[in-house]
């Protein structure tokens, strides 16, 4: 049987990173599908015992390349991003995808304060900057006829976003000298247990009533999770992290358009200004350094 060689470049990173982003945020669509006779701690659950199978048995030479240390920094990034999934999820029973897939847009924001918090030290001018946009675009976000105001599932993605930008933090710190592979298993299954606890406590256990309803869970496992989550990295290995920063517009872009296609839901000249403000917040900080990059390049 003859190999296929593909050789990659910086074009088809892009497009693998492209590709990942837009996959993922289509967890959206499909999470608003699958809640429609599930909660959202069982909807989780099935999600990522799912995706846990599936990866296990494609890199099961990873498995057992495990230590009790390991584990254990499995279990906190777990319990962060299952906190981060539950929040959003909860929230996303009530609002728009597309809203929450700009809200979302927070973590410009919610990862630099943690970590100036965490690690004491003042942001930078751009990234002052970008939250102030952000903060202005998620007012807009949340216009209510003539004021502000924060519905119940908005500030549930809010907290979402603060539980992600955690497990960012966590992630960096906690796993920093862990094998990646094994690290991106074993938080899958550690999401999968919190889930099911909380299910087991807080949930009527009910499977999906519909072969549509199945679709989407079979969707956020498969595409989300596993495709999602698996190329990217492969993408980001051929362009720079400023490069990544500016692509990770794509995922904000592609929920919205699939909430308003399939959901049909509606943009307002609120949350569509909203919505752009927020978009140049997560790219500012990017286009900016790729620039002062290239500049050093060219003077080389």
């Not at 549930?156 to 933090?169: A, D, E, F, H, K």
Request: glycine content about 6%; hydrophobic content about 55%.
């Amino acid at each position: 049987m003859k190999k296929i060689n593909i050789e990659m470049n910086e074009r088809k990173g892009e497009f693998l990173v492209g590709l990942a982003l837009a996959l993922r945020a289509s967890s959206l669509l499909f999470g608003k599908i699958a809640m429609r006779s599930m909660g959202p701690f069982l909807t989780i659950a099935i999600r990522f015992t799912i995706a846990f199978i599936i990866i296990a048995i494609l890199f099961r030479k990873s498995i057992t390349k495990v230590d009790a240390k390991t584990l254990f920094h499995c279990a906190l990034i777990g319990a962060t991003f299952f906190l981060a999934m539950l929040t959003e999820m909860m929230g996303l029973k009530t609002t728009a995808s597309s809203v929450t897939a700009f809200l979302e847009g927070m973590v410009v924001v919610t990862v630099p304060a943690l970590a100036c918090i965490i690690y004491r030290r003042l942001p930078d001018k751009i990234t002052v900057i970008s939250a102030v946009l952000c903060l202005a675009g998620v007012a807009l976000l949340t216009l209510k006829g003539d004021h502000i105001g924060f519905t119940k599932g908005e500030l549930l993605v809010l907290l979402g976003t603060v539980w992600y930008s955690l497990s960012v933090i966590v992630t960096d710190t906690a796993a920093k000298n862990d094998d990646l592979m094994v690290v991106s298993i074993y938080q899958l299954l550690f999401i999968a247990v919190f889930a099911y606890i909380g299910a087991f406590f807080f949930e009527e256990i009910r499977l999906p009533q519909s072969g549509t309803e199945w679709g989407a869970v079979l969707a956020l496992a498969i595409i989300c999770s596993c495709v999602g989550f698996t190329i990217q990295p492969f993408g980001q290995k051929y362009i720079t992290a400023e490069r990544a920063g500016i692509l990770a517009v794509f995922n904000p872009l592609t929920a919205a358009v699939l909430g308003i296609v399939f959901l049909h839901e509606k943009m307002t000249p609120a949350i569509i200004a909203g919505a752009i403000l927020i978009l140049i917040a997560i790219v500012l900080p990017s286009w900016i350094q790729e620039r002062a990059a290239r500049k050093d390049q060219t003077k080389n």
